[in-house]
């Protein structure tokens, strides 16, 4: 839509009137067709990408510089936001340029990609970085080759400076889940035990904050979302002590489904007194024979890293694990056939079941600092 409206004259009225109709576009079906109904007109671009959806597609793979990363010379500044749509994959670059010797700088805030506060730093930090390698004035420049940005509980500043990424001497914290909608610290029992839902295609389970191109309000009260009945939701006991997480998240579930192609949504949450959700990281995964490990009795292992984090959870805050299905339209729905999502007509509901147990041991863990 921006692309397509970016010429026409008073372009900026032109793409926010494009952009507010946009939404009620997005659960018409197919999604190849998409550009027609939001644009007037077919997009040739935007249809030469939807004909090619696998990652490992020769069109793709042509597009792809990772592996020219390394051999980058210059000096590299790379600036970015905790909630921001490419930070995983600005971090594989920092870490293949570390990787290859060199000393690329890491500044990360909380910001989306399009936060006023992102494009400030990006512009005072850019432009000391280049006097420092263009004029040899350095005096701008930040000592650290990492400074992040702690979100959460304030205490004592919000920036860190770190030796590297991700950050060394963190110990993995493995939350497991447990009856009753419990996030546990203690692995689980013998004693079978899962936790069902139903995902609708037809009615998908809806995005609510997190990272997005445009949006500058991602850390939004989860509880419309949790309230929903294909949301499961397993969260600790209020903490006796602060707990700072910085650096990586995954997750480990085992998933029983009635149909072989499915997507695994997981989000951790910062709960407050007030039992009010805040998303702190998430991520989506799409399952299909093939891409996850399937155990004997059937169920799926499903594992998978979420956005890392630099946060701090305070005492007596709880912490929240969700699992879903979707986050539309931030993500496509899953059509429950197998087939492309890009060109499906046809939607499927898939019964999910989030096994909990010593064989099926589903857990979130975090990156934790050591305790003050």
């Known amino acids: 839509v921006l692309v397509a409206e970016q010429e026409r004259r008073f372009a900026p009225l032109a793409m926010a009137r494009a952009l507010r109709r946009l939404p009620a576009l997005l659960t018409d079906v197919p999604l190849a067709e998409l550009d027609e ?24 793979v042509a597009r792809d510089f990772t592996a020219g990363v390394a051999k980058v010379t210059a000096p590299v500044q790379l600036i970015g936001g905790w909630y921001d749509i490419f930070l995983p994959w600005m971090l594989e670059d920092f870490g293949a340029l570390r990787d290859a010797g060199h000393e690329p700088q890491l500044i990360i805030g909380p910001w989306t990609h399009t936060d006023p506060g992102l494009v400030a730093t990006g512009t005072r930090d850019g432009i000391a970085w280049l006097r ?19 979100t959460g509980e304030a205490v004592d500043g919000r920036w860190r400076n770190l030796d590297s990424w991700p950050p060394p001497g963190t110990t993995p914290q493995r939350l497991w889940l447990a009856d009753d909608g419990r996030l546990s610290e203690v692995e689980p029992g013998s004693a079978p035990g899962g936790d069902r839902y139903r995902y609708d295609p037809t009615d998908p389970t809806p995005s609510l904050g997190g990272p997005v191109l445009l949006s500058r309000a991602p850390v939004v009260d989860n509880r419309p979302l949790e309230a ?9 006991e ?25 997507d695994v949504f997981a989000r951790v949450c910062d709960v407050d007194a007030a039992g009010t959700s805040w998303n702190v990281c998430d991520a989506l995964d799409r399952v299909a024979p093939g891409r ?22 305070a005492a007596g805050r709880r912490i ?29 509901a898939v019964e999910l079941e989030v096994l909990r147990d010593a064989e099926h041991p589903s857990a979130v863990t975090l990156s934790t600092q050591p305790r003050e």
Request: aromatic share 12%; charged share 25%.
């Open 228 to 236: 929903r009945d294909d949301v499961l939701t397993y969260t600790t």
């Open 320 to 348: 929240r694990l969700q699992v879903s299905s979707g986050a539309h339209p931030r993500y496509a729905r899953n059509p429950g056939t197998g087939d492309d999502p890009n060109v499906a007509t046809r939607l499927v």
């Open 132 to 150: 420092a390698h263009l004029l040899g004035d350095g005096r701008l420049v930040r000592e650290s080759n990492v400074r992040v940005f702690v």
């Open 238 to 262: 209020p903490l006796p002590h602060a707990l700072e997480a910085i650096g990586p998240v995954s997750v480990e579930l085992f998933i029983r489904a009635s149909e072989p192609y499915f």
């Open 292 to 313: 996850f490990e399937q155990l004997a009795d059937g169920s799926w292992r499903v594992t998978f890293a979420l956005w890392p984090i630099a946060h701090r959870f």
């Open 37 to 60: 109904r939001a644009t007037g007109g077919e997009v040739d671009w935007f249809r030469e990408a939807m004909q090619h959806s696998a990652r490992d597609d020769a069109y793709w």
